[in-house]
């Protein structure tokens, strides 16, 4: 009698969406025929009801009216004025970002209906992170246009930084949409998306690991900790699926240790 515990796949029972059906292997009966073992989990619904392109709304009006509540304290007349803002929508797209990075982290660690619902929505939400974006791009770029680009404080490294930063987060934006993501081979549509986290990643963590250097402020020291710790939850997955690559090789060779 043997048994196989691998995932083959998930589906939605169509007339009972709540319901998500795992077919969770195969398992092999005396008479030697294969049967399928699946189980059954429940979606919370409150979580059921926010998914796609209704979260990211959702994500978008509440990242907007976030930093919107910003706006009765900045003032606009100078760029010093205006970096509140500037740094008040990155603080609020931020979130997102990490939700999205890490969302295929937590759903192998910590699997669980929450943990697959944000994986499932992780598109939308790195969408809504681009939405929160685009404030800090149209301060940003308010502020160069009105003030110069001496007055906000940019180096040319960390201009250059953010440039490729924002081509990344354009592109991967625009191959968000199945009608462009076409345009790519599977494989080079991972390769812009993979490489694409890390640069935004590497960003934001260059610029709070730089202002940290100016004295510790408690903000960019907990943002600053959370990027490192999704990227180890990253590595730590990373490491984990190679192990378990490397055991099932050897095992397959015969060479078990
Ligand atoms: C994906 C791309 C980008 C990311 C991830 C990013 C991230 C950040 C972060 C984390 C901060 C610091 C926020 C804080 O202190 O809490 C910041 C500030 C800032 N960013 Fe961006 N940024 C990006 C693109 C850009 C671009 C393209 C520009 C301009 C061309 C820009 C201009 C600025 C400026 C002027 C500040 C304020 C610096 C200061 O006052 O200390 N950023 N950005």
């Not at 195969?26 to 989990?41: H, I, L, N, P, Y």
């Not at 990075?101 to 929505?121: G, H, I, K, M, V």
Request: with cysteine; net charge positive; hydrophobic share 50%.
């Amino acid at each position: 009698m043997g048994e196989s515990a691998c995932i083959l796949f998930e589906s939605w029972v169509p007339d009972a969406p709540e319901l998500k059906i795992r077919f969770i292997g195969t398992v092999r009966t005396t008479s030697g025929s294969a049967k399928w073992v699946q189980d059954a989990e429940r979606v919370p619904g409150m979580v059921k009801a926010v998914e796609s392109w209704r979260l990211f709304w959702l994500l978008a009006l509440a990242a907007s009216a976030a930093i919107c509540l910003g706006l009765p304290l900045a003032d606009f007349h100078s760029a010093r004025g205006t970096a509140p803002m500037i740094l008040r929508s990155v603080r609020y797209a931020l979130p997102l970002f990490l939700l999205a990075f890490t969302a295929s982290s937590l759903a192998t660690l910590c699997p669980s209906p929450l943990t697959r619902w944000l994986l499932r929505n992780r598109r939308y939400i790195g969408l809504g992170f681009a939405f929160a974006m685009a404030w800090h791009f149209s301060f940003v770029g308010y502020s160069i246009f009105s003030f110069g680009l001496s007055a906000s404080g940019l180096t040319a490294r960390g201009l250059a930084l953010d440039l490729i930063g924002l081509v990344f987060l354009v592109l991967m934006t625009l191959t968000s949409f199945r009608w462009s993501a076409r345009r790519l081979t599977s494989a080079n549509w991972r390769r812009l998306h993979k490489t694409g986290v890390y640069v935004i990643w590497f960003v934001a963590t260059y610029i709070y690991l730089n202002s940290l250097r100016n004295g510790l402020d408690a903000f960019r020291v907990a943002a600053t900790s959370l990027l490192f710790a999704a990227l180890v939850l990253r590595v730590v997955v990373w490491i984990n699926s190679r192990s378990r690559g490397a055991i099932t090789t050897s095992t397959i060779g015969g060479t078990s240790t």
